[in-house]
């Protein structure tokens, strides 16, 4: 949690951080990828068989070592809007047997040559845990209840044995699925109003839940700040005993929400994502209405926040039936780094967050046939995956403010403020303090009164020459730097920067 105080922007700007007040553990999986049958995700871009650059199983090499640098512990599979008309079944056994389909979602062709075996040894191979999505479109509860059977039955029954035929022998024990992807869209195969989605989730949540009770089931929620929100909570989360009336187990286990952000003016654009913090903290609020609406016991688990899809994303600039492949700028990375700021202050809240995406599609990460660009936004998202884990502890920052306009134009009318210092804190399980302050002036760079923070500290920042600054030029115009810092007398953050700051923490500098 990061308090603030508005100064004037002639003051000089003071960050406290409390290395010894830990506010809630951070989830692992807020640095969850997502990787969706879109423009060259799949195809060309984590598998691409024949390439001289993939493996035996046609993985991308230079992919998978790049991703397992981030150390993404969860994957979210195979969309998207693209579920809401995929078959699963078409995407397992022989490759020769797989029929092509017509793909509705980005209106192409599905070759099905990578389906849910490939994904799941893909996923082996990185490290990662598989987040699977069903189909709440075309698809049915059966072809749902299959699909969990495919994956992690156990027993002598037909889809357990389908993968065995299949060549795998143990279940890969899926624990994350998502009851539908976006269904509130006008986009969608198959959009819902909110009543007949809330039945047909609760239906098959029951049925889900009856086969395996230890499966996490999450709820297609809106962008947190929605009707929809609102009132599939509170059809959905109930008592568990009367949801399912032979067992304690809830049926709902996390609530999921979307939101991109973007602005063609800088700071609009680097602001935005403080939007997804007020949206976090309404639906924190939604969960807790719902269940005192519903009288669910304290006892029973509060479920957490599922930001499945969260990034900078222009879909008219980047047209998804085109790929969706934008050219990120140092803007973009700031953007991204207070995102990462916003899932470490509200980790209390927040159980998993996916990056959409992880390859090619509005990702950090870029492919060609011959080689690998890691965007602009690559970099705040290695510097927090690396650092900004363990705990969020207590900060406080006291800076100057934007005063502009801001995307959403609702940010501005809210309990929020768009400070210049966008601060984050945490200490990790090593011991290590890490801080980390994204400067979005454009022009100015603030020296600071920097407290608790002490002793040899290592210093990452990320910036470029120029805020429209891009790696998508044949150039790395923006990277890390790494420097050393004694903790003495105020520290510069440099304009439209991103700086974080890890240090070893004195023993109890700072009393509970
Ligand atoms: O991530 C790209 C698309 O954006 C997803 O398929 C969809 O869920 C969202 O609208």
């Not at 060259?40 to 035996?56: A, K, V």
């Not at 998502?178 to 047909?200: D, F, I, R």
């Not at 609702?410 to 210049?420: F, N, S, V």
Request: aromatic share 10%; glycine share 8%; hydrophobic share 35%.
């Amino acid at each position: 949690m990061t308090t603030f105080t508005k100064l004037s922007d002639e003051d000089t700007p003071v960050i406290s951080v409390h290395p010894n007040r830990r506010i809630s553990k951070i989830n692992p999986n807020i640095y969850a990828g997502f990787t969706e049958h879109m423009g060259r995700c799949i195809y060309g871009g984590i598998y691409d068989p024949g390439n001289s650059l993939s493996d035996e199983h046609g993985f991308r090499k230079d992919v998978l070592e790049a991703l397992k640098d981030l150390d993404i512990p969860v994957i979210r599979y195979p969309g998207g809007n693209f579920c809401a008309t995929y078959h699963w079944l078409d995407g397992v056994g022989p490759k020769d047997k797989r029929p092509a389909r017509p793909e509705l979602a980005w209106l192409g062709t599905e070759t099905n040559q990578f389906g849910t075996d490939e994904f799941m040894k893909w996923c082996e191979a990185l490290g990662t845990e598989p987040y699977l999505c069903f189909n709440f479109g075309t698809g049915t509860l059966d072809e749902a209840l299959a699909w969990v059977e495919y994956c992690n039955g156990t027993g002598n029954t037909y889809y357990a044995n389908l993968r065995r035929k299949n060549g795998r022998e143990q279940p890969y024990n899926v624990k994350y699925w998502a009851l539908g992807n976006e269904t509130w869209g006008p986009w969608q195969v198959e959009q819902m109003t909110k009543e007949a989605y809330a039945h047909k989730a609760m239906q098959w949540a029951k049925a889900l839940k009856l086969l395996d009770p230890s499966l996490i089931l999450i709820l297609c929620g809106q962008d947190g700040t929605a009707s929809w929100d609102y009132f599939t909570l509170k059809q959905c989360l109930l008592p568990a005993h009367s949801a399912l009336s032979t067992s304690s187990v809830p049926l709902i286990d996390m609530h999921s929400i979307h939101l991109y952000t973007s602005s063609s003016s800088h700071l609009p654009n680097a602001t935005a994502p403080l939007a997804a913090e007020r949206a976090i903290e309404i639906t924190s609020s939604l969960i807790d209405l719902a269940r005192v609406e519903n009288g669910v016991p304290p006892t029973q688990p509060r479920p957490t926040i599922c930001f499945d899809e969260w990034n900078v994303w222009d879909p008219i600039r980047a047209e998804g039936s085109k790929g969706a492949e934008e050219s990120y700028t140092l803007s973009d990375a700031l953007a991204v780094a207070i995102w990462l700021n916003v899932f470490v202050r509200k980790s209390r809240d927040v159980g998993m967050a996916c990056i959409a995406q992880s390859v090619n599609v509005i990702s950090p990460l870029m492919t060609s046939p011959t080689g690998i660009t890691k965007q602009t936004t690559w970099w705040p998202l290695w510097l927090f995956s690396r650092f900004m884990r363990g705990w969020t502890v207590g900060a406080h920052v006291a800076c100057g403010t934007y005063e502009g306009e801001t995307s959403p134009v609702w940010l501005r009318g809210m309990d929020k403020d768009t400070p210049w210092l966008d601060v984050s804190a945490t200490i990790g399980e090593d011991g290590f303090g890490n801080l980390v302050v994204v400067n979005i002036h454009d022009e100015r760079s603030f020296e600071t009164k920097v407290e608790g923070v002490t002793g040899e500290v290592a210093v990452f920042t990320v910036t470029g020459g120029h805020i429209a600054a891009t790696n998508m030029k044949g150039s790395e115009e923006v990277s890390v730097q790494e420097s050393a810092w004694h903790a003495t007398g105020d520290y510069v953050f440099p304009k439209h920067s991103i700086t974080l700051m890890r240090w070893k923490p004195e023993e109890m500098y700072d009393s509970l």
